[in-house]
């Protein structure tokens, strides 16, 4: 097929297919509302890992577990989850309505984290920087 | 027979890819079942797939220069009869199988096509999610074979072509099973549902293109039972299609180039299964098993365990 045919219609056929998903609703994001759905897609990837305490973020779109194998991170990738067991301390930097969250991976290189309080600001950052006596292993 | 050409069946098919995958979400929309579909997902797959197909425009001559130089060595030349594509067909599709599985048991490979399986859904738009990069592989080594019977190039690139576009249809939730007869001899929905598993006793199973008879011949064919969780063992925390088209190539690096190792674990960090580490700390398919028995041992000797 003639390229100034086919880029054409790949281009078109893109975009459109990208117009309709999104008027049809499918560009909702799943949001943690509970400490037992978070553990359980947690489970999901982590299977051997025992979670001991959860913390979720202001939109639900992230949170933190302590497990027995270290600190996790889970987040929301649209209906579903990526989660990544995370070394402490760990660099964060202030984003407006939340911080951002620097991962050594190529797969998953920074997290946004949305909190809207500074004192949920400060809680996480605590956490993370592994100075927060409850969430230290 | 040097100026063969054959039709580029995979671009002639991206207008009926593009109204098929219309037809599947109109579908799911209506019936409220049958599949997912999320938008950024969905854009990730489109856009690896339409990345593929530009690749495969840049990078073609690769496979093709070597395919011709291999034809110069053949020992017969079978022609282009009809039955001699059917045939070309069927042992192209047993090529397939193997360079599969190599995709899924050599990392090197599986940088590669790990891309394929690097989203959480299923649906037809998952069909287009395909590799940048499937000409550093090496892999075209194994159509040798093929070309030394007779086979020509042109042929075999031609039969490989029909081979994905088969497989297009199979990559969604809107059909449970086929018929019984379809289901014993045919790569269907069901078949490559199970393939795309993260579930442990998905691994490494069902790689058959066309036929899933090739499975049953090497052991490697598993039914579909439980609920099958899509996805890779450790899942992209990106939809960036630039990231998702290359990091496992990434991680090679990186495990590689790492100080303190010796140079067969170097080695090994390219050319071992998914998953190994010189230290243990991460996971192979059969420990993913192991450990799974372990934990349900209820499960034990359930094919794929
Ligand atoms: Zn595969
Ligand atoms: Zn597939």
């Given at each position: 097929?003639?390229?100034?045919?086919?880029?054409?219609?790949?281009?078109?056929?893109?975009?459109?297919?990208?117009?309709?998903?999104?008027?049809?609703?499918?560009?909702?994001?799943?949001?943690?509302t509970?400490?037992?759905?978070?553990?359980?897609?947690?489970?999901?990837?982590?299977?051997?890992?025992s979670?001991?305490?959860v913390?979720?973020?202001?939109?639900?779109?992230?949170?933190?577990v302590?497990?027995?194998?270290?600190?996790?991170?889970i987040?929301?990738?649209?209906?579903?989850?990526?989660?990544?067991?995370?070394?402490?301390?760990?660099?964060?930097?202030?984003?407006?309505?939340?911080?951002?969250?620097?991962?050594?991976?190529?797969?998953?290189?920074?997290?946004k984290?949305?909190?809207?309080?500074?004192?949920?600001?400060?809680?996480?950052?605590?956490?993370?920087?592994?100075?927060?006596?409850?969430?230290?292993? | 027979?040097?100026?063969?050409?054959?039709?580029?069946?995979?671009?002639?098919?991206?207008?009926?890819?593009?109204?098929?995958?219309v037809?599947?979400?109109?579908?799911?929309?209506?019936?409220?079942?049958?599949?997912?579909?999320?938008?950024?997902d969905?854009?990730?797959?489109?856009?690896?797939?339409?990345?593929?197909?530009?690749?495969?425009i840049?990078?073609g001559?690769?496979a093709?220069?070597?395919?011709?130089?291999?034809?110069?060595?053949?020992?017969?030349?079978?022609?282009t009869?009809?039955?001699?594509i059917?045939?070309?067909?069927?042992l192209?599709?047993?090529?397939?199988?193997?360079?599969?599985?190599?995709?899924?048991?050599?990392?090197?490979?599986?940088?590669?096509?790990?891309?394929h399986?690097?989203?959480?859904?299923?649906?037809?738009?998952?069909?287009?999610?395909?590799?940048?990069?499937?000409?550093?592989?090496?892999?075209?080594?194994?159509?040798?074979?093929?070309?030394?019977?007779?086979?020509?190039?042109?042929?075999?690139?031609?039969?490989?072509?029909?081979?994905?576009?088969?497989?297009?249809?199979?990559?969604?939730?809107?059909?449970?099973?086929?018929?019984?007869?379809?289901e014993a001899?045919?790569?269907?929905?069901?078949?490559?549902?199970?393939?795309?598993?993260?579930?442990?006793?998905y691994?490494?199973?069902?790689y058959?293109?066309?036929?899933?008879?090739?499975?049953?011949m090497f052991?490697?064919?598993?039914?579909?039972?439980e609920?099958?969780?899509?996805g890779l063992v450790?899942?992209?925390?990106?939809?960036?299609?630039?990231?998702?088209?290359?990091?496992?190539?990434?991680?090679?690096?990186?495990?590689?180039?790492?100080?303190?190792?010796?140079?067969s674990?170097?080695?090994?960090?390219?050319?071992?299964?998914?998953?190994?580490?010189?230290?243990?700390?991460?996971?192979?398919?059969?420990?993913?098993?192991?450990?799974?028995?372990?934990?349900?041992?209820?499960?034990?000797?359930?094919?794929?365990?």
């Amino acid at each position: 097929m003639p390229l100034h045919i086919l880029g054409p219609m790949v281009l078109i056929g893109i975009i459109s297919i990208g117009i309709l998903l999104h008027l049809l609703g499918n560009s909702k994001r799943m949001v943690f509302t509970n400490a037992d759905q978070v553990i359980d897609r947690w489970h999901r990837e982590h299977p051997e890992t025992s979670v001991e305490r959860v913390e979720i973020s202001d939109s639900g779109h992230q949170a933190l577990v302590k497990t027995d194998a270290g600190i996790g991170l889970i987040w929301v990738m649209g209906f579903d989850t990526a989660s990544r067991i995370i070394a402490l301390p760990i660099e964060t930097k202030n984003r407006q309505s939340g911080i951002s969250i620097k991962l050594n991976d190529f797969t998953a290189p920074r997290i946004k984290v949305d909190l809207n309080t500074e004192q949920n600001q400060s809680h996480w950052i605590a956490i993370l920087a592994a100075k927060e006596p409850s969430w230290t292993t | 027979m040097d100026n063969l050409t054959f039709p580029d069946t995979v671009q002639l098919a991206v207008p009926f890819f593009i109204l098929a995958i219309v037809l599947e979400l109109t579908w799911i929309t209506i019936k409220r079942r049958g599949g997912r579909y999320e938008t950024r997902d969905a854009m990730t797959s489109v856009l690896l797939g339409a990345g593929n197909v530009v690749t495969g425009i840049l990078l073609g001559f690769v496979a093709w220069g070597f395919y011709n130089w291999v034809w110069q060595f053949r020992f017969f030349d079978l022609g282009t009869s009809i039955p001699i594509i059917f045939i070309c067909f069927l042992l192209d599709d047993l090529r397939y199988y193997w360079v599969h599985r190599f995709g899924h048991t050599i990392r090197w490979a599986w940088a590669s096509h790990v891309v394929h399986h690097s989203s959480q859904h299923y649906n037809l738009t998952t069909a287009l999610r395909q590799t940048w990069t499937g000409e550093f592989t090496g892999l075209m080594i194994v159509s040798v074979p093929l070309l030394l019977l007779g086979f020509h190039p042109a042929m075999v690139l031609f039969v490989g072509g029909i081979n994905l576009i088969y497989q297009f249809w199979i990559h969604t939730e809107a059909i449970t099973k086929m018929p019984r007869w379809f289901e014993a001899v045919m790569n269907t929905p069901s078949h490559h549902r199970v393939h795309h598993g993260r579930n442990a006793q998905y691994l490494d199973a069902n790689y058959a293109g066309v036929l899933i008879i090739w499975d049953k011949m090497f052991g490697t064919f598993v039914p579909e039972g439980e609920k099958v969780d899509y996805g890779l063992v450790v899942n992209l925390g990106t939809f960036n299609p630039i990231r998702a088209a290359f990091h496992e190539w990434i991680g090679i690096f990186k495990d590689i180039t790492q100080p303190n190792i010796s140079m067969s674990d170097r080695f090994r960090y390219a050319f071992a299964p998914p998953g190994w580490s010189h230290d243990g700390s991460r996971d192979t398919s059969r420990i993913i098993k192991r450990k799974y028995v372990e934990r349900n041992p209820e499960a034990k000797g359930k094919p794929g365990l």
